[in-house]
């Protein structure tokens, strides 16, 4: 089955830019959703088909994909931002969703 | 307000059986295909099933295939999760999820705050 690897954790100072990375095998010919769970919470959609942002969420926020990477970038980072991050595809192949198995991203 | 509120969890026997819910309000329920998504103890998130939104399609994780059934009451804006044979390692918090699209592959964009399911003897 398809696998998504994100790095553990990712540590961050508040204004700064934040990278989370989600490696696959030529993930760039998939669709990437990414989520954001704050402590406590129910996740939330932070970015849809690669680079797409819902309604509410910030312009800070954007992805990328291409080649075995996806990325999340998250600009100008706030305290409020400090949440696990989960990437997401649809595996054809096997007609499951995939998750990544999550990146905390800690605001120093 | 476009909303989701999941219930049936508890605490089941090992092989026991539960019966989840997920109560939709707020959107043309039909029109989207809905997810069960489930987070063990300090774990990350799982994807447990999903269900077009005629109800034709039906997906399953590895791990609960032969065990679940997803399903769905479009009249009464419903979505439902069977769970038989249970076992300790399917102890976790149950969401549903609403896909943004009519796209089945689409992000899951509204969740509900989840139901805790238990099993232990």
């Known amino acids: 089955s398809y696998v998504l690897t994100q790095p553990p954790s990712v540590s961050v100072a508040p204004g700064k830019t934040a990278t989370i990375t989600c490696g696959g095998n030529?993930?760039?010919?998939?669709?990437v959703h990414w989520y954001q769970q704050r402590p406590g919470q129910a996740p939330v959609l932070a970015i849809y088909y690669d680079s797409g942002r819902p309604s509410g969420i910030p312009e800070r926020f954007s992805g990328s994909n291409s080649g075995n990477t996806a990325t999340l970038t998250i600009s100008r980072v706030e305290a409020g931002d400090e949440a696990d991050y989960y990437c997401q595809v649809w595996d054809s192949s096997s007609d499951h969703r995939v998750f990544g198995g999550g990146t905390k991203l800690t605001v120093l | 307000e476009v909303q989701l509120v999941e219930s049936g969890g508890g605490l089941v026997q090992p092989g026991g059986s539960l019966r989840l819910s997920c109560a939709a309000s707020?959107?043309?329920?039909?029109?989207?295909?809905m997810n069960w998504v489930r987070q063990a103890p300090g774990k990350g998130l799982e994807w447990v099933s999903a269900?077009?939104?005629?109800?034709?399609?039906?997906y399953y994780a590895d791990s609960v295939k032969g065990r679940f059934t997803i399903s769905r009451d479009n009249s009464k804006n419903t979505l439902f999760l069977q769970m038989n044979s249970l076992r300790a390692e399917d102890t976790a918090l149950y969401y549903c999820a609403k896909v943004r699209s009519s796209f089945e592959t689409d992000g899951m964009d509204v969740w509900g705050q989840g139901t805790t399911v238990t099993v232990s003897s």
């Open positions: 269900i077009s939104g005629g109800g034709d399609n039906t």
């Open positions: 707020g959107f043309t329920f039909r029109s989207h295909a």
């Open positions: 030529n993930i760039g010919s998939l669709s």
